[in-house]
C-alpha cells in the first residue's frame, strides 16, 4: 500500500514524498502473499479498485522494465451447493456491468480447466479470464523504481516513533533518525496501522491474525499454470506454484494475534507452524485433488495480516485529524486491491476526495467504539473466517456486538426482537411474536422470517406501527453564523426551519451528494441535523472541514443523548391523539413540520414525515424519557391493532415508495438531478451553496443517467442491489436497492440507467427492460414513480 501510494502520488505531481519503513520495503505482509488478483468481488467499489490493480500491474514491466509477475492465469469459482452457485452467479453478473467478462461454465468445461479436481459433487463454476497473479516484492520493487525517477525518497530502518498536531492538522512526523515537518502522513502501516495511527490519537479498527498456506511438493501432472480455484465452501484457494500447488485458506474458526507477541524488529519473519490447526483444511484440500494424498507438503507458512470489522480496508483521511490519512487493515485482499487502493487514495491526498465513490472502505464507516482492542480482537478471527462466507444479504456478525445500545433496547428484545447491527449499533432487525421463535437464517431468496416482515409492513400500511430509529445520527449546528452557514452547505433553503422540517441534500463541488438529511431549527442560531444510522461521523467532518475560519459556528454530535420513535401507519394520528393532549390533525401539524409536544409523561419533538411512506411523526425524546414515551404509545395502541416493526419492514417499506438511500441510491458521485430528486434544490435561493455551480452546469447540459424504479413480476427474481439492469439487450447500469415489496406484490428495485434525460421518458415507455439476477434475466417494468402511492396522497393527509 505504501509502494503504490507514493507511486500515484509521484505519477500525479507530488515530488516531496518520502517513504518511511520500519526495516526494508515488503517485510511486513507483503513479501509472502500469495497474491492473486482476483476480480470477482460483492460490492462495486471492490470490484473496480482491483479492475484498476490489474490494469496497473499488467503494464508496469512495460513502463518500469522491471519485471512483476504479473502471469494471466484467471480464476475458477467452484459450486457443490445451490447458495454458492447464487453467489458466484451474482459475482458474475456484478463484473459483468463493469466490463469484466466473467462467465458462468459448466462443470465439464470447469473440469477442463483443473483436469485434478474432483468434480462430482459440483453445480456448477464461474470463470474470470482476466484475474491473475503477480510476484508482490517485485510490484513493490517496480512501483518503487518508477517513483523514485520521479523524486520519491525511501529511508528504510527508519521507524516511525510519534506523530506531532496542531490545531487539530499533521505537523511533523518523528522517526528514530530524527523529526520530518510535513503537512500530510499516509499510515500504510499493514498490522502495525492502528499502532502507528495511535501515536497522532486517531482510530484504525483493525486487528491482525494469522493467516495460512502450504506449499507442496511437485505434481508431476501439474504443466502450466493454473486458473486459482476457489473452493469457498471449503475454505480454500489453490494454485499452481513452483511445480506444485499453494493452498490458502480461509478457516472457520481463525486466530486474532495480539501485536506483543510479535518481536518489534519482526521482519520477513513467519509465525509458528501449527498443524492441528490447518489439519481440517488439509482434509477439505485432500477431497478436492484427491492426488494430494500422495503428495507430501514443502512447506506450511504463517504469516500475520489486519483484518476489520467489515472485512472491508480502511481508505481516506481521518476524521479526527486533518492531513492524516490511512490505507490499512487491508483483510487478505492488499495485492489485488492494492493498485486500485494506492491509486485512489493518492487522488485523496492531492485532490481532497478520490474520483469514485469509495463509501465501502472509508474510514468514517466506523465509530470510535468499533475501535477497542476487545472488540476488536473478538471480530478480526470472525472476519477472517466468513471472508468465504455467502454473501447473503443482511449477513450479520456474532461477535463484538451489544456496542451501543438504544435506550429502548430492553423493552425492544422483551418483545422479541432480532437485531442487526450497524455503526456498533443494535437495531430491531424485526420481532418474533410471542410462541414463535426464527432466528437470522439467511437466504437469497425468502428467509424463514420473511412472513415477520412481511405483517409489520402490512401494520404499516394498515394500522400503526412503532419503529426504533433511535440509531439515526443527530448533529447540533449552533453558533450566531449557523444559519449563513447551513444556507451555504445545503442545496435546500433552510431558512424555513424554525417550523418546517427542511429535508436537504449537501452537496460537493462537483453536484454530488455529501449526505441528504432532515434539518430543524430548535431556536434562533441552533439546528438539528438528522442523518442515518451510518453517516454522523462522515457528516460531522464533513460539515466542520467546511466551517471558515471566520464563521462562528460549532457541531455537536448528539446522536445518543435522544432516543427516535416513528410512529407510522394511517392509525398514527389517532394512537398521538390518545397519548397527547397536542392537536396532531392535519390543519393542526401540517406534513413536514415539527414542534414540541407532551406523549404520556415526555415532552419531545415531533416532526411530521415518516421514511414508511404513510402518515406518521418521528419523535426525538430525550434519553431519559424514552422507556416511559414508548410505554404510553404501546398502551394506548393496543386497540388500534399497534405493532413493533423492524429494519427490514422499513426497507421494503422506503423502497416501494421510492425513498432513496445513502449509500445506495444516493453518494459523492450522485446529483440530485440524477437521482431525481431535484426538488430538494433551491437553485434560486439568495445564498449560493457548495455544489450550484456544478448543478446549474449540469442542468443546462441536461442529465446523462437517471435513477429509475423498476418492478419485477417472476416470483424467482430475488433483488437484492447490485444487478446489471439491461436495456433492449445492451447493459444499462445496475440497481441500488432491490426487495420484495409486500404491498405491491413483487420485486421493487431501483437503480440507474444510462440515458440522456431528452430520450428518458421514450426510453421508459419503449424500452424493453430486463434485470439480471445470478446470471438470469427477468423482465423488469420501468418507471420514474414509485410504485407505492407515487402522488403522495397518503402522506398529506
Ligand atoms: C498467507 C497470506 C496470503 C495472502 N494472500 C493474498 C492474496 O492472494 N491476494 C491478496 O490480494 N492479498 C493476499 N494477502 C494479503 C496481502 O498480502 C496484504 O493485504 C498486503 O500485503 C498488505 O500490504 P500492506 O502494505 O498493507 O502491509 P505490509 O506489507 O505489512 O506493509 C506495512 C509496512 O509498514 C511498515 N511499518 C510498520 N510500522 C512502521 C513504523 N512504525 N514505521 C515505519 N514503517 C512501519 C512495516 O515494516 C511494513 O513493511 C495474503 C496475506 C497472507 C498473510
Not at 457548495?690 to 442529465?703: D, R, Y
Not at 446470471?775 to 403522495?792: N, V, W
Amino acid at each position: 500500500m505504501g509502494c503504490s501510494t507514493a507511486y500515484h502520488l509521484t505519477k500525479n505531481g507530488c515530488q516531496d514524498v518520502i517513504l518511511l519503513e520500519r526495516a526494508k520495503l515488503t517485510c511486513g505482509t507483503t513479501w509472502h502473499s500469495a497474491a492473486q488478483v482476483r476480480q470477482l468481488r460483492s460490492t462495486e467499489s471492490l470490484t473496480r479498485l482491483v479492475q484498476k490493480s490489474v490494469n496497473l500491474y499488467s503494464n508496469l514491466e512495460k513502463e518500469t522494465g522491471q519485471a512483476t509477475g504479473w502471469k494471466e492465469t484467471g480464476s475458477l469459482s467452484i459450486a457443490n451447493n445451490q447458495d454458492r452457485l447464487t453467489h458466484i452467479r451474482r459475482q458474475a453478473s456484478l463484473s459483468r456491468a463493469f466490463g469484466i467478462g466473467a462467465e458462468e461454465i459448466t462443470v465439464k468445461k470447469a473440469a477442463e480447466k483443473w483436469p485434478l479436481m474432483r468434480n462430482d459433487d459440483l453445480l456448477g463454476a464461474v470463470y474470470s479470464p482476466s484475474d491473475g497473479r503477480v510476484n508482490p516484492s517485485d510490484v513493490c520493487a517496480a512501483l518503487v523504481k518508477a517513483s523514485k525517477s520521479r523524486g520519491l525518497t525511501v529511508i528504510e530502518d527508519t521507524p516511525v516513533t510519534g506523530i506531532s498536531t496542531k490545531n487539530g492538522w499533521v505537523t511533523s512526523i518523528q522517526t528514530s533518525k530524527g523529526e520530518i515537518s510535513c503537512e500530510k502522513i499516509v499510515n500504510c502501516a499493514g498490522i502495525w496501522g492502528r499502532q502507528v495511527a495511535g501515536m497522532a490519537g486517531v482510530a484504525a479498527p483493525l486487528h491482525a491474525c494469522e493467516h495460512f498456506y502450504l506449499l507442496t511438493e511437485i505434481i508431476n501432472s501439474i504443466n502450466g499454470p493454473l486458473p486459482t480455484l476457489s473452493d469457498h465452501d471449503g475454505h480454500l484457494y489453490l494454485r499452481d506454484e513452483g511445480g506444485g500447488l499453494l493452498i490458502g485458506c480461509f478457516e472457520p474458526k481463525a486466530k486474532s494475534l495480539d501485536l506483543e507477541k510479535i518481536p518489534p524488529d519482526f521482519a520477513f519473519e513467519l509465525l509458528p507452524e501449527d498443524w492441528s490447526h490447518i489439519e481440517p483444511i488439509l482434509t477439505n484440500a485432500v477431497y478436492r485433488v484427491p492426488e494430494l494424498e500422495k503428495i507430501g507438503v514443502k512447506k506450511l507458512l504463517n504469516g500475520p495480516e489486519s483484518f476489520t470489522p467489515d472485512d472491508n480496508f480502511l481508505l481516506g483521511e481521518s476524521p479526527e485529524l486533518r492531513g492524516f490519512y490511512l490505507g490499512c487493515g487491508m483483510c487478505s485482499v492488499g495485492i489485488a486491491c492494492g493498485g486500485g487502493a494506492g491509486s485512489a487514495l493518492a487522488e485523496w491526498v492531492i485532490e481532497g476526495e478520490p474520483s469514485m465513490d469509495l463509501w465501502p472502505v472509508d474510514i468514517r464507516r466506523f465509530a470510535k467504539v468499533q475501535n477497542s482492542i476487545r472488540t476488536l480482537r473478538e471480530r478480526s478471527s470472525e472476519t477472517l473466517s466468513l471472508h468465504y462466507a455467502v454473501s447473503f444479504p443482511g449477513r450479520q456478525y456474532k461477535t463484538a456486538r451489544n456496542l451501543r445500545l438504544s435506550p429502548l433496547h430492553s423493552r425492544l428484545e422483551k418483545a422479541g426482537a432480532v437485531f442487526s447491527a450497524q455503526m456498533g449499533w443494535e437495531r430491531p432487525w424485526w420481532f418474533n411474536p410471542k410462541g414463535i421463535s426464527t432466528h437470522p437464517e439467511l437466504s437469497f431468496e425468502k428467509p424463514g422470517w420473511f412472513f415477520l416482515h412481511a405483517q409489520e409492513h402490512e401494520a404499516a400500511r394498515k394500522s400503526v406501527v412503532l419503529i426504533d430509529q433511535s440509531t439515526f445520527g443527530k448533529l447540533i449546528v449552533q453558533g450566531r453564523d449557523a444559519e449563513k452557514f447551513l444556507q451555504r452547505l445545503c442545496a435546500n433553503d433552510i431558512s424555513s426551519a424554525h417550523d418546517r422540517v427542511v429535508y436537504s441534500p449537501m452537496l460537493n463541488n462537483h453536484g454530488g451528494y455529501e449526505s441528504d438529511l432532515t434539518i430543524m431549527c430548535l431556536d434562533e442560531d441552533r439546528f438539528l441535523l438528522i442523518t442515518g444510522t451510518g453517516q454522523p461521523v462522515r457528516d460531522h467532518n464533513w460539515i466542520t472541514r467546511n466551517i471558515k475560519p471566520e464563521e462562528f459556528v460549532s457541531v455537536t454530535d448528539i446522536t445518543g443523548e435522544y432516543a427516535v420513535i416513528s410512529v407510522a401507519g394511517p392509525n398514527s394520528r389517532k394512537l398521538l391523539n390518545l397519548a397527547s393532549p397536542d392537536d396532531f390533525s392535519n390543519e393542526g401539524f401540517s406534513y413536514f413540520t415539527h414542534r414540541n409536544v407532551e406523549i404520556g409523561p415526555g415532552i419531545v419533538r415531533a416532526a411530521r414525515l415518516s421514511y414508511t411512506g404513510e402518515l406518521g411523526w418521528e419523535l426525538y425524546v430525550p434519553s431519559e424519557s424514552a422507556i416511559p414515551v414508548f410505554d404510553t404509545l404501546n398502551e394506548y395502541g393496543s386497540d388500534l391493532g399497534l405493532k413493533l416493526a423492524g429494519m427490514e419492514a422499513l426497507r421494503s417499506l422506503r423502497i416501494e415508495k421510492g425513498f432513496r438511500a445513502w449509500g445506495h441510491e444516493i453518494g459523492p458521485y450522485d446529483t440530485p438531478f440524477e437521482a431525481g430528486m431535484g426538488f430538494s434544490v433551491k437553485l434560486n435561493k439568495k445564498v449560493s451553496f457548495l455544489g450550484k455551480e456544478a448543478l446549474v452546469k449540469q442542468k443546462k447540459k441536461g442529465i446523462k443517467r437517471s435513477l429509475v424504479m423498476l418492478t419485477a413480476k417472476d416470483s424467482e427474481a430475488h433483488a437484492h442491489g447490485g444487478e446489471p439492469i439491461w436495456l433492449n439487450d445492451k447493459l444499462a447500469g445496475h440497481t441500488t436497492s432491490g426487495t420484495f415489496g409486500h404491498s405491491v406484490g413483487c420485486t421493487v428495485m431501483m437503480g440507474y440507467i444510462n440515458c440522456l434525460d431528452t430520450k428518458l421518458e421514450k426510453t421508459l415507455s419503449n424500452g424493453n427492460f430486463e434485470v439480471e439476477i445470478a446470471c438470469r434475466r427477468f423482465a423488469a417494468q420501468a418507471s420514474l414513480e414509485a410504485p407505492y402511492d407515487p402522488k403522495g396522497v397518503v402522506l398529506e393527509k
